[in-house]
């Protein structure tokens, strides 16, 4: 079996966060900063951590300025929703992941705030130019991607920091397909909220994520509730992260993701871009020569992350996706990918792409095992639409 849907989320993960999960769940399984008892303070510990933990990733001094959230759309609503006021200008751009352009739709209908979503080339790049002619007075934030989920291109972050910081804007990364993956410095690129999730590159488990909210910025809460702080007091604790943080943790997922980050700092983030590249080089390069593929994006491993999205002429994404974990054991995500308007944008809406991601786990073998099937594909479907031919084939 070959998992190439490391974007969707990475798989396997390092033994370490197994064994954190575990750990948590089997010896400790108290509930952080809630009850003086020892496995409540071993509790808190853990979280506090994982916290230190993420905070040496992405060079942020304040750990408490991290707020854990059950993954990045949800650290996506809370900065986004937190920030915006009626009247309100965002600019984004057209790469965005529905976990961006959703929120900011719904603030458009429901309180009036304007969007402008700068159109990106066909690569997925974006022009650092068209974003600053777009600033008006009522500019408020600027919110991008880091990374195309769609076509890996990696967006000119630390350029448009400087930018947005000239002019005096919050800054908002959603860094769910880079953070752990690509080296990241909040202070060097600018950034005032980075929006991130653990259980894809960080290599933590499901529901885990979180957000970096810069000292000095103040936003509104998503939600109300128990920190085990300040319990005499009616109104939600002023302090980070407990003013953003109510109910009981995800500890268990939440350890497993220090393990995952403690795994990444141990390699070495340079050491683990440098492997995904060199995957990627040998995966684009033997798509490169088939005469029926497609290749989107910027096909370069120094400009994108280890992903690529392909069509294989005259068979939709559906049916590839479906023959490739078939018949040839190998997961990809096919279709929109959650992302429309980027598929737009690289011309490919509303049929999609099959999108290949690879992980720091994968091998040299499995990248020529699927450029050898993906052959196969081609070779045997890529000069009609012969429907049934590819059913015989799924039922063989
Ligand atoms: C670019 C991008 N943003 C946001 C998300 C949302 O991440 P999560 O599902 O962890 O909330 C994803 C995940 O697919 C993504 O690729």
């Known amino acids: 079996m070959v998992y190439l849907d490391n974007a969707a989320t990475s798989w396997p ?6 064994l954190a999960v575990d750990h948590f769940m089997r010896e400790i399984g108290a509930s952080p900063g809630r009850s003086g008892h020892s496995l409540s303070i071993e509790a808190g510990r853990i979280l506090f951590e994982t916290r230190e933990a993420v905070a040496n990733l992405f060079g942020i ?7 854990f959230t059950l993954n990045a ?118 950034i005032d909220l980075l929006a991130f999730t653990g259980h894809k590159g960080m290599l933590g488990p499901q529901g885990t994520g979180g957000l970096y909210i810069r ?3 103040i936003l509104k809460p998503l939600l109300q509730g128990g920190t085990g702080s300040k319990s005499e007091e009616e109104d939600q604790p002023a302090f980070t992260p407990d003013r953003y943080e109510s109910g009981t943790h995800n ?38 020569g088939m005469e029926q593929v497609k290749i989107y994006g910027p096909k370069d491993p120094n400009r994108q992350t280890a992903l690529v999205s392909i069509n294989i002429e005259g068979i939709d994404s559906s ?12 997961m990809t995500r096919v279709g929109l990918h959650c992302a429309p308007s980027a598929h737009r944008t690289i011309g490919t809406f509303p049929g999609g792409t099959v999108r290949f991601s690879l992980g720091y786990f994968n091998t040299e073998d499995q990248i020529d095992y699927t450029i050898n099937s993906i052959q196969g594909i081609d070779h045997r479907f890529g000069h009609s639409n ?11």
Not at 13 to 18: A, D, G, I, R, S
Not at 272 to 278: F, P, T, V
Request: proline content about 5%; aromatic content about 4%.
């Open 319 to 330: 049916t590839v996706g479906y023959i490739l974990s078939e018949n040839f054991k190998i």
């Open 386 to 396: 012969r429907k049934w031919e590819i059913r015989k084939w799924e039922v063989s």
């Open 251 to 288: 500890t268990p997922g939440l350890a497993g993701l220090g393990a995952g980050v403690r795994f990444i700092l141990k390699e070495g983030i340079d050491k683990i871009r440098e492997k995904e590249k060199r995957l990627l080089a040998r995966l684009l390069s033997g798509l490169e």
């Open 73 to 190: 759309t949800e650290a996506l609503n809370l900065g986004i929703k937190g920030i915006l006021t009626p009247g309100d200008h965002v600019i984004t751009t057209s790469m965005e992941h529905n976990s961006v352009s959703r929120p900011l739709r719904f603030l458009e209908k429901e309180i009036g705030i304007e969007t402008t979503a700068i159109p990106c080339s066909k690569e997925g790049h974006l022009d650092p130019g068209k974003l600053e002619s777009a600033i008006r007075p009522n500019t408020r934030l600027i919110v991008i991607v880091h990374a195309s989920n769609v076509t890996g291109a990696i967006m000119p972050v630390a350029q448009i920091g400087r930018l947005a910081n000239d002019h005096n804007i919050p800054f908002m990364v959603d860094a769910a397909q880079t953070a752990g993956v690509y080296p990241i410095d909040v202070e060097e690129m600018k």
């Open 61 to 67: 001094t304040d750990s408490s300025r991290i707020i």
């Open 215 to 217: 000292e000095g910025l």
């Open 13 to 18: 993960k390092p033994e370490e966060v197994y």
